[in-house]
């Protein structure tokens, strides 16, 4: 069974990965996000996945953002 700190990790991991396989910055995720009508800056935004907290409805946001269309959990 995972802890809570080890699902926060799977999570945020998740994210970065997404981030990194198409090369966004978070910037350029803050800009994909404004142009959703979610505003908030790059920083705030870092600090979210660095602490991992974050909603559910932030990650999805972030996913749509960046055209994730499916997400795979394991390998």
Do not use: H, P
């Amino acid at each position: 069974m995972k802890s809570d700190d080890q699902w926060v990790n799977l999570v945020k991991g998740l994210l970065r990965a997404e981030m990194t396989r198409r090369g966004v910055s978070y910037d350029q995720l803050a800009e994909k996000l404004g142009e959703m009508g979610v505003k908030d800056s790059a920083v705030n935004i870092r600090n979210k996945v660095a602490r991992g907290g974050f909603s559910a409805v932030f990650f999805v946001q972030c996913l749509r953002a960046l055209g994730c269309t499916s997400l795979r959990l394991e390998d």
